[in-house]
């Protein structure tokens, strides 16, 4: 049995934003509910919930639709801005919207809250997760919740599209931990996907990945407040939050941009607080444990466990032979690692790639410059745009 709140398909409206006289996309959220999910591992979650946003109109015959899945610390918030006097868009905003790189005047555009979405404490998210309500207890399922995987999120997203009537992909578009459900969606249904762009991606966590996503797990297990995740109804690991969040942050950039940070803060090796007092931290760190403890307040530990989790079992197509699973693909792919990125590196796409032609697949690949690291397909999408724009038009 599924459900969805939605009594429209034309899902926005243009409001002109008189400061600086563009239009700007405004956007609501809405829901998803659906009873005795199954999970790729086996197990049944009796009641699960997820949001979702759309931007544009849906066809009369349902062929204009492009998925954006989201990345690691993000949610559906893909465009747009809920009020006109939100201080910030949607993240990929600059690419997304009437006459953009992914044009709603032609396309109807949609994504979908992860499950155990990071931002759980976000009134503008919905998610089933950890931190929900074990309907069998009354109380937050905690550890209890079963083992999430990529394959998850594509099948949710899946059942959110078929509550609309839709069965046919023209794009699905994602970066990072979305590339990763955008390249599992070619593969797990491929009949259903037209297009796939993967952005900052990789097509596995091959074992310098797992274990780098193991640091950002670390801090929340070594925290006292986190009681094997028992938490909900005292202090929670904030400190361990915290400290995931700042490797996190520091992960997704390069020593360029980070540098400059200094910089401009006015960061100095030989600081008087730091050289006074060991429990004085040099000024770029408080930048950086300031930006993380304003980012904590909404989410939760459990769930970036959990996330972390589903991105550490991720290989395309869930069956373990990478080469197999790419031989389903029937999509034209785009590849877009960027030069930077010391996260999800180039090499991962780049032997995908090759492999998909290999297999005589229509793929294409292109590395983006800039000093973003991995958050040059996020922050530094703008530069981009004509790339996407390109392939979505073949």
């Keep these: 049995m599924q459900t969805a709140c939605a009594n429209s398909v034309s899902s926005h409206k243009t409001a002109v934003d008189s400061s600086n006289t563009k239009s700007t996309l405004l956007v609501e959220k809405k829901s998803f509910t659906t009873q005795n999910f199954q999970t790729f591992g086996g197990k049944t979650i009796e009641k699960v919930s997820v949001g979702w946003e759309s931007y544009g109109n849906l066809s009369t015959e349902k062929d204009n639709v492009i998925l954006i899945t989201h990345y690691f610390t993000g949610n559906s918030h893909a465009a747009g801005k809920y009020q006109q006097s939100d201080n910030a868009a949607g993240y990929w905003d600059a690419i997304i919207g009437p006459g953009k790189a992914i044009d709603t005047d032609r396309f109807f555009v949609i994504s979908v809250d992860s499950l155990a979405n990071l931002g759980a404490h976000n009134p503008n998210v919905i998610t089933t997760g950890p931190a929900s309500t074990n309907p069998k207890t009354g109380k937050p399922y905690g550890l ?150 304003a980012r904590a307040e909404s989410m939760d530990a459990n769930h970036l466990l959990y996330l972390v989790r589903a991105c550490q079992l991720y290989i395309a197509g869930h069956q373990g032979d990478l080469n197999n699973a790419l031989a389903k693909v029937k999509a034209k792919t785009l590849f877009l690692p960027a030069a930077t990125d010391l996260l999800l590196m180039p090499y991962n796409l780049e032997s995908t790639h090759q492999m998909l032609l290999d297999n005589g697949k229509d793929s294409e690949l292109s590395i983006l410059p800039g000093t973003l690291g991995h958050l040059e397909g996020v922050t530094g999408i703008s530069k981009h745009g004509t790339l996407i724009q390109s392939f979505l038009n073949k």
């Design 144 to 293: 209890d919740f079963p083992v999430l995987t990529i394959r998850d999120f594509v099948n949710i997203q899946k059942q959110v599209l078929e509550s609309l009537g839709i069965s046919k992909l023209y794009a699905v578009v994602g970066p990072s931990m979305g590339s990763m459900q955008a390249l599992d969606w070619a593969i797990a249904y491929p009949n259903w996907v037209e297009r796939m762009v993967s952005v900052i991606g990789a097509s596995e966590a091959d074992a310098w990945t797992s274990a780098k996503l193991e640091h950002w797990a670390t801090p929340i297990k070594l925290d006292k407040n986190w009681q094997q995740g028992d938490y909900y109804s005292s202090q929670g690991p904030l400190d361990g939050l915290v400290a995931s969040l700042m490797l996190i942050t520091q992960d997704a950039l390069y020593p360029d941009f980070f540098n400059q940070v200094g910089n401009d803060i006015n960061f100095k090796a030989l600081e008087a607080a730091a050289l006074e007092d060991i429990r004085q931290s040099p000024s770029i760190i408080n930048w950086l444990r300031a930006r993380a403890q």
